[in-house]
């Protein structure tokens, strides 16, 4: 905190530990220090977290970017560099850490951004324009995509990414207190198995996709299994694999549309 506050790197806090610390820079870091005292995210606290290598701009009611997240963007640019301009939806984009990414990432590429919370997209909007992408970005608020169905999209989308809420009901209660009580509960819960809105996503996306592009889903511990084994989408996709994460977890599952 007080290397952002100071905007001095670590080394140099070292090297001139008697160098005076302005009062009103004394007064935002006792500040900051109360806040992050009190339970509340450092990310929030700083304003910033970084993604993919990129600083993204956060802040209360948007959720925090994970690593893990980052394996969303991995699976996206080895599908989506097969297509010359490839169109690419993020649903749930929250800070925009996705959309951005991949906006960076594939510099022919156009993407459409969603979420359900104008707090969200007013974030992310501005970490497009800070990270020079927001030309090929389009963010909208609604539910899901069920508010994209007139606007042309239909056999468009060769890829699409989502990091949807995946908190179980049971789970809620042991999650850490900087996460329970600090990030927004519309971003983590989802549902009494942490699938609900994974579920409608398939069904309500199907139209949009490429024959042969792909939806990929980030997912909770023992969730994978558990979406891939369900039927009622299993005609309009394949399974293409599921990757797992740096803690073991099987995090990420790869849908493709059959034609």
């Not at 993604?51 to 956060?58: A, E, I, K, S």
């Not at 992408?133 to 169905?149: E, I, Q, Y």
């Not at 891939?228 to 299993?234: H, K, L």
Request: charged share 25%; hydrophobic share 40%.
């Amino acid at each position: 905190m007080l290397e952002e506050i100071l905007g001095l790197s670590r080394v140099e806090l070292y090297a001139e530990p008697d160098r005076p610390v302005p009062s009103s820079d004394a007064q935002r870091f006792s500040r900051a220090v109360q806040r992050r005292a009190d339970g509340e995210p450092l990310q929030y606290v700083l304003g910033s977290q970084e993604f993919r290598g990129l600083v993204f701009t956060v802040r209360p009611g948007v959720l925090i970017p994970r690593p893990e997240t980052e394996l969303l963007v991995e699976e996206a640019v080895l599908h989506a560099g097969s297509y010359p301009h490839p169109l690419i939806l993020d649903v749930g984009t929250g800070s925009g850490c996705l959309a951005v990414s991949l906006a960076h990432e594939l510099p022919t590429a156009t993407v459409l951004a969603t979420d359900r919370s104008p707090c969200a997209i007013a974030v992310a909007r501005e970490n497009a324009v800070r990270h020079g992408v927001a030309p090929r970005v389009k963010f909208s608020v609604g539910d899901l995509v069920t508010h994209l169905s007139s606007d042309g999209l239909t056999g468009k989308v060769a890829v699409l990414v989502a990091n949807l809420p995946y908190i179980r009901e049971d789970e809620w209660k042991a999650l850490p207190r900087d996460v329970r009580e600090f990030e927004p509960k519309l971003a983590l819960d989802g549902g009494p198995d942490g699938l609900l809105y994974h579920r409608r996503l398939l069904q309500d996306a199907q139209r949009m996709m490429k024959a042969g592009g792909v939806v990929i889903l980030e997912v909770g511990v023992g969730q994978a299994r558990l979406l891939c084994e369900e039927r009622p989408w299993s005609e309009a996709y394949r399974l293409h694999r599921i990757r797992i994460d740096g803690q073991g977890v099987e995090r990420m599952v790869c849908l493709e549309r059959q034609g």
